[in-house]
């Protein structure tokens, strides 16, 4: 029923909040410091301009676009979020359905709420896996280890985590995983009785990649020591795919380009991180003069549109990657939330690339040459 609600992200998002304890929520939406940067990055975002085009034939459109060595039917897909099944019971398989139907990338997080094993095999093949530099080395190792055994092709390598952002509302509702439950924890989940109870049946949610044999993973422990070394030793290690995630540094994009990796996602880590972070679109701008055209730049931060997701390709990305927003419609409708939110965004990018004069994100037009209001 909610699904129906659902007209834009503004929508999932408004309807996520009446559902979700306010724990869950502040978790999901909230952002470093005092959340400056992550506004400040959806205006600049908002404030980008695209050059509409007339008479021109886009009446067959393609929203097609090829990673790597495949062709996916949408010109985005998922990036990796730690327990996604917050959200509704089962998301993160919702997600991973989502990316078969469409051959599009799911990625998936080290703190995935369901094991990479399954994700891969219900994702037809169609995920990216994950990982954070762990404090000796040995964890990081067996997760490579299995993600190759269960066949995936990409590893994505989260670099900006070298220390977990300091997120007030995250601090303030007590979140904690597992779950420390309190008083106010307690009060909160009663007053959201849908969620809750939907919880309670299916069991709360866990860091399904780790326990037991495969080891502890505290999403608060410090990276701080992790070097290039570490990369070099990953590179060796991986011999699939190797996507590096967050970088916003110039310098940076081009060393690890000269490392040998095979992409980069230009990323604030949604604003969860830095608060006086550089914005993201800008960034990606920067980065593609200096890596040049070919080299494969992917984007997340601040998307919320499909206009949104036209505008990072006008700045260099070759593929774009969204985050909350799916988290949002998954909250709000569930299955049915998280694929009409897809819609959504698949509706928005067709009809403004009709606006621009586009029938293809493969050969770009003039169109597409944005400029900032100042």
């Given at each position: 029923m909610?699904?129906r609600?659902?007209h834009?992200?503004?929508d999932?998002?408004r309807l996520?909040?009446r559902?979700l304890?306010w724990?869950v929520f502040?978790?999901?939406d909230?952002a470093?410091?005092?959340?400056?940067?992550?506004s400040?990055?959806?205006q600049?975002?908002?404030?980008i301009?695209?050059?509409?085009?007339?008479?021109?034939?886009?009446?067959?459109r393609?929203?097609?676009?090829?990673?790597?060595?495949?062709?996916s039917?949408?010109?985005f897909?998922?990036s990796?979020?730690?327990m996604c099944?917050?959200?509704?019971?089962g998301a993160?398989?919702m997600?991973?359905?989502?990316a078969?139907?469409y051959?599009?990338?799911?990625?998936?997080?080290?703190?995935?709420?369901?094991?990479?094993?399954?994700?891969?095999?219900v994702?037809e093949?169609?995920?990216w896996?994950?990982f954070?530099?762990?404090?000796?080395g040995r964890?990081?190792n067996t997760?490579?280890d299995?993600?190759?055994?269960a066949?995936y092709?990409?590893?994505v390598?989260t670099?900006?985590?070298?220390?977990?952002?300091r997120?007030?509302?995250?601090?303030?509702?007590g979140?904690?995983?597992p779950f420390r439950?309190?008083?106010p924890q307690?009060i909160?989940?009663a007053l959201?009785?849908s969620?809750?109870?939907?919880?309670?049946?299916?069991?709360r949610?866990?860091?399904?990649?780790?326990?037991g044999e495969?080891?502890?993973f505290d999403?608060?422990?410090?990276?701080?020591?992790?070097?290039?070394s570490?990369?070099?030793r990953?590179?060796?290690?991986?011999k699939?795919?190797?996507?590096?995630?967050?970088v916003l540094?110039?310098?940076d994009?081009?060393?690890?380009?000269a490392?040998g990796?095979?992409?980069?996602?230009v990323?604030?880590?949604?604003?969860?991180?830095?608060?006086?972070?550089?914005?993201p679109i800008?960034a990606?701008?920067?980065i593609r003069?200096?890596?040049?055209?070919?080299?494969?730049?992917f984007?997340?931060?601040?998307?919320?549109?499909?206009?949104?997701v036209?505008?990072?390709?006008a700045?260099g990305?070759d593929f774009?990657?969204?985050?909350?927003?799916?988290l949002y419609?998954?909250?709000?409708?569930?299955?049915q939330?998280?694929?009409r939110?897809?819609?959504?965004?698949?509706?928005?990018?067709?009809i403004a690339?009709?606006?621009?004069?586009?029938?293809?994100?493969v050969?770009?037009p003039?169109?597409?040459?944005?400029?900032?209001?100042k």
């Open positions: 909610f699904s609600q659902i834009s992200c503004e999932a998002r996520a909040k559902r304890p724990m502040d978790y999901m909230g470093a410091g005092e959340g400056y940067g992550e400040q990055n959806r600049v975002m908002r404030d301009r695209l050059q509409p085009a007339v008479l021109v034939n886009v009446e067959h393609s929203l097609d676009v090829r990673v790597f060595d495949h062709e039917r949408r010109p897909g998922v990796p979020m730690g099944n917050l959200s509704t019971p993160d398989l997600l991973a359905r989502q078969a139907r051959c599009s990338p799911v990625g998936v997080s080290t703190v995935a709420s369901t094991p990479l094993e399954k994700m891969i095999e994702a093949g169609h995920a896996f994950q954070y530099f762990s404090g000796d964890v990081v997760l490579i299995r993600a190759a055994a066949g092709r990409t590893l390598v670099l900006d985590v070298a220390e977990v952002g997120r007030p509302r995250e601090l303030q509702r979140f904690k995983m439950i309190g008083v307690f909160d989940f959201h009785p969620w809750s109870l939907s919880t309670l049946v299916n069991g949610p866990e860091m399904a990649n780790f326990g495969h080891g502890t999403r608060t422990e410090t990276r701080a020591r992790a070097d290039w570490d990369l070099d990953i590179r060796d290690q991986w699939g795919n190797l996507v590096v995630k967050g540094n110039v310098a994009a081009v060393r690890l380009k490392a990796v095979d992409a980069i996602q990323s604030s880590h949604g604003g969860r991180q830095l608060d006086s972070a550089p914005y800008l990606l701008r920067d003069a200096a890596v040049g055209p070919e080299f494969p730049l984007f997340d931060s601040g998307i919320r549109s499909g206009e949104d036209l505008k990072a390709y700045m990305a774009v990657l969204l985050g909350r927003s799916m419609a998954l909250a709000a409708g569930k299955q939330g998280m694929e939110m897809w819609d959504v965004f698949s509706d928005e990018t067709s690339m009709a606006q621009l004069g586009m029938d293809s994100l050969n770009r003039e169109a597409m040459v944005p400029w900032i209001l």
